[in-house]
């Protein structure tokens, strides 16, 4: 049964966040389902949110809602389990644009997850993301 992995043990890093200004614009709003809340980034060629779950999940679908005009043209997810080194899992491409976007990720069982976000449609390469959702199971 396919459900949302992010739970309150899931410990979650980002790349940056606008002015270090963590109360309005940290990484805990990807996930409180607020729709006037978001996470956005500072400056830098490239973003990344990465998540540590308390147990191995099995992963089958990535859902973002970026802010049109602060999204990312390609991202990727990379994945390890048990410490080993980050791999590269799949590549994604989202559209700029304020919707909920689903992306299918091949099964893979991880216990750490890296969504890094490339070619930022901002020109001072910021990212602002509303909802971050990572779906699958328990492994």
Request: charged share 25%.
């Amino acid at each position: 049964m396919t459900q949302s992995l992010v739970c309150p043990e899931t410990v979650s890093r980002v790349s940056s966040v606008l002015n270090r200004n963590t109360r309005q614009f940290g990484k805990k709003h990807l996930f409180d389902q607020d729709e006037e809340t978001c996470w956005n980034s500072d400056q830098g060629p490239s973003q990344w949110v990465m998540l540590k779950f308390p147990q191995r999940v099995r992963l089958s679908l990535l859902q973002i809602q970026f802010q049109g005009g602060f999204s990312s043209r390609r991202g990727h997810l990379e994945g390890s389990k048990e410490g080993d080194a980050l791999c590269k899992i799949v590549d994604f491409y989202p559209e700029d644009n304020n919707a909920l976007q689903t992306f299918p990720v091949p099964v893979v069982e991880v216990d750490q997850l890296k969504v890094a976000f490339e070619e930022l449609t901002d020109l001072f390469g910021r990212v602002v993301i509303y909802h971050l959702r990572v779906l699958g199971e328990k492994a």
